[in-house]
């Protein structure tokens, strides 16, 4: 609004302008005359000197040569200008009213670039939140299928580490026999799985207590029992004389290797040592990843 109010004061200002230029100068015109001092008719003209003997071409010459007489009355008219047309006028309120049409304009090309940047910018604002909500739920969709993996896996684990015997005695001899049982822990059946487990002594190879089973498929809460030879086939008299009486150290590994629902491949990792004072295995270590 005060663009369009500064646009008429300049139109009507120059519209005023030359009806006041023609005031003044009718005045000036109307009261502005030149004469020559009066006081000069009083003095007596120069008498001018009398030429003999002068034809008349020289006459005529002497005529054109000789200026107008001085003491004569000189009298100047100042014209005032003259009256502005209607045209004028019209083209003086044509310009006003584009020069106001103009300041409205721009005052409106200013909002409008004004509003077009504060919504660029809050497009920019939407779009930095609209990436920061893309990301978080990118972060938690990762994490909630993390935790439906880790919940619903399989998760094969080494139960039970004993030693059998057809005795009734329940005293360990040679037919005695390692004996491992492992479950599926997991929610979900556990395919492609691999058992390897053996008997090791320091220095000493075992060949025959070794067992590998083929690959099969365990379902959620199916156990799978793996028995090694006796110990009268696996070692000899003297060497499971010693390690009964704690001379030497009798150790298992087991190894476990599977694949979940998922598609994610996981290996299981126990050890257990003979005790001679227990007359039984005890678990050293379980690694599962």
């Not at 500064?6 to 005031?23: D, N, V």
């Not at 220095?203 to 207590?209: E, F, H, K, Q, T």
Request: hydrophobic share 40%.
């Amino acid at each position: 609004m005060k663009y369009f109010v500064l646009a008429m004061l300049l139109g009507l200002m120059q519209t005023a302008l030359p009806a006041q230029r023609k005031a003044t100068d009718t005045n000036t015109g109307s009261n502005y005359s030149v004469h020559n001092d009066p006081a000069a008719k009083q003095k007596p003209a120069n008498p001018t000197l009398p030429v003999k003997n002068a034809d008349s071409s020289q006459t005529n010459k002497q005529t054109r040569d000789t200026p107008s007489n001085p003491t004569d009355h000189i009298t100047v008219i100042v014209q005032p200008p003259t009256s502005v047309s209607g045209w004028e006028k019209a083209y003086v309120i044509f310009t006003g009213l584009l020069v106001a049409i103009g300041a409205i304009g721009g005052g409106y090309a200013i909002k409008t670039l004004r509003a077009v940047e504060r919504q660029a910018k809050a497009t920019e604002d939407q779009l930095i939140e609209t990436q920061k909500a893309g990301e978080e739920s990118g972060r938690s969709s990762v994490f909630a299928r993390n935790a439906v993996m880790v919940s619903e896996r399989a998760d094969i684990l080494l139960d039970a580490a004993s030693i059998v015997t057809s005795s009734a005695s329940g005293i360990i001899g040679p037919d005695a026999r390692l004996k491992l049982q492992y479950k599926n822990f997991g929610r979900t059946r556990a395919r492609d799985v691999r058992f390897k487990v053996w008997m090791e002594i320091p220095d000493v190879n075992l060949p025959s207590a070794v067992q590998e089973l083929p690959r099969m498929v365990m379902g959620a809460g199916q156990d799978q029992t793996i028995a090694f030879q006796t110990f009268g086939e696996c070692l000899t008299e003297i060497t499971f004389k010693q390690i009964v009486q704690g001379k030497i150290e009798l150790r298992f590994i087991a190894l476990v290797t599977y694949e979940d629902v998922f598609g994610a491949l996981y290996t299981t990792r126990d050890a257990g040592l003979f005790d001679h004072r227990a007359m039984g295995f005890r678990v050293l270590d379980k690694i599962a990843g």
